[in-house]
């Protein structure tokens, strides 16, 4: 069946770093714009970043951007979320979703598949 399994979250201290990986299964993968979102406690979930099908554009949320990189290798059908420089502010559950569809887009309903989350705790 499709999934998407994530993992490498855990605790890290304000200014470090950390990697999520997303292992995708049972779709086509390179037909998928890829994206990684999160959710804090009593927060809506919301859009990190985003990588297109060939991984040639990859777009940020403004609250990320310059700290974390998003990549994706078509070949082992997995993405990746690079983050640098984290913050306590970007603790939350991580998700990688796949979306069936041609441009990045930051909106929660257009991606259709969706892994379990992974936990990402930074402390000050």
Do not use: H
Request: with cysteine; net charge positive; glycine share 12%.
């Amino acid at each position: 069946q499709v999934q998407l399994v994530e993992s490498g979250g855990g605790l890290a201290q304000a200014g470090g770093s950390l990697r999520l990986s997303c292992a995708a299964s049972g779709l086509t993968f390179s037909n998928y714009v890829m994206g990684w979102f999160r959710q804090a406690p009593g927060k809506e979930r919301e859009f990190v970043a985003g990588i297109s099908r060939s991984g040639g554009t990859t777009r940020y949320a403004d609250s990320v951007k310059g700290r974390f990189t998003i990549s994706r290798d078509n070949a082992k059908m997995t993405i990746y979320l690079q983050m640098d420089s984290l913050k306590p502010e970007d603790t939350a559950v991580y998700y990688c979703a796949a979306a069936p569809i041609l441009i990045i887009t930051v909106v929660v309903e257009q991606y259709r598949v969706w892994g379990q989350g992974t936990q990402v705790t930074v402390s000050s």
